[in-house]
Each structure stands twice: as structure tokens, then as C-alpha cells.
């Protein structure tokens, strides 16, 4: 008799579903009907009990290929209570995680405020897109080492930096996991060695996100348990304009200033985590997709008569398991098939769906 790994967690989506492996970081596409073995029998024993006989082979099939990639568990005879589920605890504290940092030599008066900040916030992750000269990013960096900032990655003019070795500057500034070079005009990426290798990569520019490609897909327990209770990307995430401005996504809400407002008191308002609530399962359309909780979204989403949706199309139709680059594919955005499609088939509730090959 088999059960499911605890850490092997199905994820039912419109039309099929995933399964993943959050001990190896690895998914598989499952149908539906898997999905719902699942949810409605703890053992593979159950499964015959709950099928009509024409359907068994499917069965075996099911479970033949859960065994080959090492997804169920054989019982030995033990009582399945003594099986436990993963723990989905998450430990909150108000820590800023990434504070996205816009910088410019006209913020080196705020230096001090900004210091008392990532200290009062006790961020971690630091994103520098700095425009200016190298002593004033010294002097930037300097500031960073008293505080709690474990990583940097620095974002430079290409055209400012293009003959920059910078052993010297990531030497003497360890925190800096990352440089890339903006205003490139073609991409690549060189390594240096300085005890740790340290990418070096240059671009054209920082793009918003708003197509979902499946090799940005992350999968991992931490970022799963996040996924479904957060907004991934916005999630502790604040932005700093090269004025000082806080806001919580790079084009608006603007929260506060930092030269102005105490650091503490901007990290207890409750306005702070507006977006960090608006995970994958309270957006229409990405509630119902089999990949919401690896999907790493940085849209901003928008609220309308109590829904939150995003505006642009993410590449990706869960209605249709098609990605854009796909024969037949159709956003679901576009007004003409998605509402005639809806009115047909979303409202529609399953009783069951079809039991099916593995896909
Ligand atoms: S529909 Fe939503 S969850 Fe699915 S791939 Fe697109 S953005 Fe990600």
C-alpha cells in the first residue's frame, strides 16, 4: 500500500494539475483526475474502491508512474497515522526583505536616514540601481556595513563603468553578490574569482516583468509556503527613489519619506503591506492556474469591485494549458473567446473530471 510523500504536494489547476516534489525542487503535470485521487483518498488501496472497473488500467498507470518519480511512499503494513503532513508555519516578523534602492548623488544628504532605516527595518537583501562615481558609492556602501544588509546586488551605467575591474570594489565590499551593467548593448556575462565568484553581467535594460516564462518558475518549500500566503514579489519589498521617496511598487504608491519620517513608524503602518496580501489564490484568472504557487509575478495587480486582476496578459492561458508561443493560443484578456468561452465552460462546475493519461 502507497501514500504520498508529505513533501509532495498535488495543485489543482482549471483543466490539469501539478505535482510537486519539494524535496527534490522538481513538478510534474498531472491530470485533474490524479489531483482528485488525491484530495479524496489518503492510500493508493483507496483508489479501486473509488473508480468503476473499466478505469483500473488508468489507475495502474497513475501508479506506476508515481513510483518512477518517486512519489509514493510504501506503507509497510504501518498504520497511516503515523504519516504526518508538512508543516506550513511561517514565521512572521517585519523585516523588509529587499529594498529596491534608486540612487543618485543628490540622496547623499538622506545617508544618515537611510543608514537608521535598513537598521530599524532590518533588511536584508539590498537592490542598488546607482547612478554616480565611485567615491559616493564607496561612501554608499560604507553605510550599508553597519546594518543588517547581508547581499547587494548593484546595478551601474555601462557607459560609466565599462573599463571598471571591480576586483577592488568587491573586495572591499563583501555583501555585493551580483553587478549588472545597464545600457549594454547586447547581453553577457563574465565571472570574477574573489574567494566567491561573482557574476558580471551586462544588459540592455531592467525590464518589468509582465510575460511568465516557465524557466522563471521557482520551486522550493519556502517559496511554495510564501506563494500561499503572499504576494511573492511584493512581499516585504519596498522602493526607494533617488529623491528618498518609499513607495511600494517602483511607479506608485508612494508611503513616505525617508528623509522626513521616522523609519519606525513607516515600517508599523499597516498601508505597508497592501500589496504583500494579494497572493496568487486572490487574483482572478492566476487562482485557477496550476502554476500559482512557482509563479514569479512582478505586475502590479489592480482591484476593481473587490477583485484583484492584473491588467496585462501574462503569456500563459490556464483555461487552455497553452502558452503564448503555443498553436492555438488566446489570452485571457482578449475579450471575444474568453468571455464566449466563459459563458460556456467556467461556469460550469466539474462533478469529476475524466480520468486521463499522465501528460
Ligand atoms: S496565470 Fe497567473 S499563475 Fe498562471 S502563469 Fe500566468 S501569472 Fe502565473
Not at 536616514?113 to 532590518?122: A, C, E, I, Q, T
Not at 564607496?138 to 575591474?165: A, E, H, P, R, S
Not at 563583501?174 to 547586447?186: E, M, Q, T, Y
Request: charged fraction near 25%; charge should be positive.
Amino acid at each position: 500500500m502507497y501514500i504520498l510523500k508529505a513533501n509532495c504536494i498535488p495543485v489543482k489547476g482549471y483543466k490539469r494539475s501539478i505535482l510537486y516534489n519539494l524535496q527534490n525542487n522538481t513538478y510534474d503535470y498531472i491530470p485533474n483526475s490524479l489531483c482528485e485521487l488525491f484530495e479524496n483518498c489518503r492510500t493508493t488501496n483507496e483508489w479501486y474502491t473509488y473508480i468503476i472497473d473499466n478505469e483500473k488500467e488508468i489507475i495502474d498507470e497513475y501508479i506506476e508512474f508515481l513510483l518512477a518519480n518517486d512519489y509514493l511512499l510504501d506503507t509497510k503494513k504501518l498504520d497511516i497515522n503515523c504519516f504526518t503532513s508538512i508543516s506550513f508555519a511561517w514565521e512572521e516578523c517585519k523585516e523588509v526583505s529587499i529594498l529596491n534602492l534608486n540612487y543618485e548623488e543628490e540622496i547623499s544628504k538622506y545617508l544618515h536616514n537611510l543608514n537608521v532605516f535598513l537598521v530599524k527595518s532590518r533588511t536584508k537583501n539590498i537592490s542598488l540601481q546607482y547612478i554616480g562615481g565611485l567615491k559616493t558609492l564607496n561612501n554608499l556602501l560604507g553605510t550599508v556595513k553597519d546594518t543588517y544588509v547581508t547581499n547587494i546586488v548593484l546595478y551601474l551605467q555601462y557607459k560609466q563603468f565599462k573599463g571598471c575591474l571591480f576586483e577592488k570594489l568587491i573586495s572591499s565590499n563583501p555583501l555585493i553578490s551580483k553587478i549588472v551593467l545597464l545600457g549594454a548593448d547586447r547581453f553577457s556575462i563574465k565571472y570574477i574569482d574573489t574567494g566567491k565568484q561573482i557574476p558580471i553581467q551586462k544588459i540592455e535594460s531592467i525590464l518589468i516583468n509582465s510575460e511568465i516564462k516557465p524557466m522563471g518558475f521557482v520551486i522550493n518549500k519556502m517559496y511554495f509556503i510564501e506563494a500561499h500566503l503572499y504576494n511573492t514579489f511584493f512581499h516585504k519589498r519596498l522602493f526607494v527613489s533617488k529623491k528618498g521617496i518609499i513607495s511600494l511598487t517602483p511607479l506608485s504608491d508612494r508611503i513616505a519619506d525617508i528623509s522626513k519620517d521616522p523609519a519606525k513608524e513607516i515600517i508599523n503602518r499597516k498601508s505597508i503591506q497592501k500589496y504583500w496580501l494579494i497572493k496568487k489564490d486572490s487574483i482572478e484568472t492566476c487562482k485557477e492556474c496550476e502554476h500559482r504557487y512557482m509563479c514569479y509575478d512582478s505586475r502590479i495587480p489592480t482591484q476593481e469591485n473587490n477583485k484583484w486582476y492584473y491588467m496585462s496578459d501574462c503569456g500563459y492561458n490556464p483555461y487552455i494549458n497553452k502558452w503564448v508561443d503555443e498553436d492555438g493560443y488566446w489570452p485571457v484578456n482578449n475579450t471575444s473567446p474568453c468571455i464566449k468561452y466563459q459563458n460556456l465552460q467556467l461556469n460550469q462546475p466539474e462533478n469529476r473530471s475524466p480520468f486521463r493519461q499522465i501528460i
